[in-house]
């Protein structure tokens, strides 16, 4: 019998990487801050994967995991969060609720990845979720962002990665020059089945990288640093992200936004 389709399973394996995004925050933060960070916030969390690794690194560490969404969060209590010590549970706490509205203890480190708070489309509206991070951070804490960008980005168009038994596919349906909203879809193929359209879609603004600086900066970040990726010998990035004044032109990167408090 056929396996049932299981969305979740099929992102944590094309798009997360939970271990790698972990050692580059506690990196930046150890060489930013010359000491060790031990509460992490992990806002739009999905099914918490990130703050699952969190709480493995000792029993100092604890995560704050917050999504609106119950579906993804229910996922995460049944298959990561089950799979943890229960000291380790223990450490672990579990939000749902608008990260606009949250009033949690204060965290050393507060993340926002795979874009997630590209979901702001108002100026006013991103300078709100910021000025709440700075708010809930602790003196020193680092705000950690992703960002993507590039000319590939400017005009509709699909890419597809082939895992061996199924395919992914990251497809921008449709990109508008005046406003920079933008449609994304995930789909996957699983081998000898059809394709299984729109599994994740994201209604998004594409905020570029000068904009959100400054909008850091004006929410009063002391310092805002950009890390982006190197590449490899044909020219692809070879996922080491270094602090950067300047980047390069190509069709697509992706780089991480790292704000101090
Ligand atoms: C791109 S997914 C998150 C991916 C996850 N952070 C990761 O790294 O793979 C976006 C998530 O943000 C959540 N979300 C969207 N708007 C939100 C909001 N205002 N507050 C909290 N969560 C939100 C969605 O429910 C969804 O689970």
């Known amino acids: 019998m056929k396996k049932k389709f299981d969305k979740y399973w099929y992102y944590r394996h094309s798009v997360q990487s939970p271990e790698l995004d972990l050692r580059f925050i506690r990196n930046c933060y150890r060489k930013l801050k010359q000491k060790e960070p031990y509460v992490f916030r992990e806002d739009f969390c999905s099914t918490f994967a990130l703050s699952c690794e969190w709480v493995k690194m000792g029993p100092l560490y604890k995560s704050v995991a917050v999504d609106i969404d119950n579906r993804p969060l229910k996922y995460g209590k049944e298959q990561y969060l089950s799979q943890l010590e229960l000291h380790q549970q223990k450490r672990i706490q579990v939000i749902k609720s608008n990260v606009l509205k949250l009033n949690t203890a204060k965290a050393d480190i507060i993340s926002a990845l795979n874009f997630s708070y590209f979901t702001f489309k108002k100026r006013l509206e991103l300078k709100k979720y910021f000025l709440n991070c700075l708010k809930l951070l602790n003196p020193n804490g680092l705000l950690v962002l992703d960002c ?114």
């Open 148 to 261: 993507f960008g590039g000319t590939q980005c400017f005009e509709r168009n699909e890419e597809q990665t082939d895992y061996g038994k199924f395919i992914y596919y990251w497809d921008q349906r449709h990109f508008d020059p005046v406003t920079h909203h933008s449609l994304f879809y995930i789909h996957y193929k699983r081998k000898g089945e059809k394709k299984r359209e729109k599994a994740f879609i994201y209604n998004w603004r594409l905020w570029m990288i000068p904009e959100l600086k400054d909008l850091l900066e004006e929410v009063g970040f002391r310092k805002v640093h950009i890390y982006w990726e190197g590449t490899d010998k044909d020219g692809e990035g070879n996922g080491r992200f270094t602090r950067r004044e300047k980047g390069e032109e190509c069709e697509s990167w992706v780089a991480y936004i790292v704000s101090e408090k």
